[in-house]
């Protein structure tokens, strides 16, 4: 995987290959530990059924490319229950991706990224979207943080940086987030979310679907008190890619490399998809283990965990913290028998909704 944290490579790249896909990440949770929020913004989605299907067509016709495949994926949690989600694919006329400065728009919601009178960069974020069934969102939050360092990775390339189908843009670790969210389920108007936390964000791109190149991955990230932990354990076709690095709370400089890298334990939902209950991480002064025993996001193909995860410095107390970690089996996606239960969650927006999606109640249940 090559790695990288640089403002320049955040824009859109233009993506020829069938099967490419793009994607922007934004993760935040508020001081109190009670809301969770979670924002993707996607150029080929690869969860998309539809570009799944015309992936498949005979090499006689039109490749599928990822362009016309815009869509984006909101959920925010409240004590680890969710409380909203929506993942809507929008036509290609409704999404623009701009491809000379960070700037994406998909149906009414919006991401861009500017530099500060502080000099600080600064990611606003706007959602606004009405849900078939009634249930409605809008936020406006900004993700705020020092420049990310383009050195950030020389003293780790290798096998992390080096060219690869899938490449990872680290821009901020860590940021400070404030914003606010109002949830409207059925028409009954409830007390805006006034948020205030601390935040991360990424950029992923493929140029093949992820079947390809990885079985399953594992990755996620924890914010301590001194640093934040990042990680990712890739199990590829040929062998595993897996890295683990403290980042300073700054994002300046990576504070250590882990040595070793242990998954153990057993997670088996109820579509027999199978994931490790925990990751441990050692590195040089200590040694970081990630519970991934609260499941939030539960699926045929993919996990979401809100993960308890425990600092040990060697021969002292421990630290608690709790983030995200996620799990993915990319073959999955393209299992059609799973389709008609993804079909319930996943919208299309330019279509007639799925029945299930026009009832909230209904539609709540597939959370």
């Known amino acids: 995987m090559k790695i990288t944290s640089s403002l320049q490579e955040d824009i859109s790249v233009k993506k020829t290959d069938t099967g490419s896909y793009e994607w922007w990440y934004f993760d935040a949770r508020d001081h109190k530990g009670e809301y969770q929020i979670v924002v993707i913004f996607y150029e080929g989605c690869p969860f998309s059924s539809k570009y ?21 994926s909101i959920s925010v949690y409240k004590n680890g229950k969710t409380i909203y989600y929506s993942m809507s694919e929008y036509a290609p006329s409704d999404a623009s991706f701009h491809r000379d400065m960070v700037s994406v728009k998909i149906g009414e919601h919006t991401m861009e990224a500017l530099i500060d009178e502080n000099d600080q960069l600064v990611y606003s974020i706007r959602l606004n979207e009405v849900l078939p069934g009634g249930d409605r969102i809008s936020a406006m939050l900004r993700f705020s943080s020092p420049k990310p360092n383009p050195d950030l990775w020389k003293e780790v390339r290798g096998e992390h940086s080096a060219n690869s189908a899938h490449k990872w843009n680290l821009v901020q670790p860590l940021a400070n987030v404030k914003g606010v969210l109002s949830l409207n389920r059925n028409d009954n108007f409830e007390k805006p979310i006034i948020f205030e936390g601390v935040g991360y964000h990424d950029h ?26 990042v990680y990712y354990v890739m199990n590829k076709h040929d062998g595993q890619d897996y890295g683990a690095w403290l980042i300073s709370i700054d994002n300046q400089k990576i504070t250590d490399v882990s040595a070793n890298i242990r998954i153990d334990g057993e997670n088996v939902n109820a579509f027999g998809l199978s994931s490790a209950r925990r990751l441990v991480f050692e590195f040089s002064k200590l040694s970081i283990t990630v519970l991934c025993n609260q ?49 319930m969650r996943y919208r299309y927006a330019a279509d007639k909704p799925h029945w299930v999606q026009r009832s909230a109640m209904l539609y709540r249940w597939t959370w």
């Open 52 to 72: 799944i299907r015309n992936q498949d067509k005979q090499p006689d016709q039109p490749a599928a490319k990822a362009d016309r495949y815009p869509a984006i």
């Open 295 to 343: 499941i939030i996001d539960n699926g045929p193909f993919y996990m979401r965990f809100k993960s308890e995860a425990r600092l040990r410095y060697h021969g002292k107390d421990e630290e608690i913290s709790f983030g995200l970690s996620e799990y993915i089996k990319p073959r999955r996606i393209h299992y059609r028998i799973f389709w008609p239960m993804v079909h």
């Open 204 to 229: 992923n791109i493929g140029s093949e679907p992820m079947r390809k190149s990885f079985d399953d991955w594992y990755w996620g990230r924890i914010h301590f008190n001194e640093f934040t932990l």
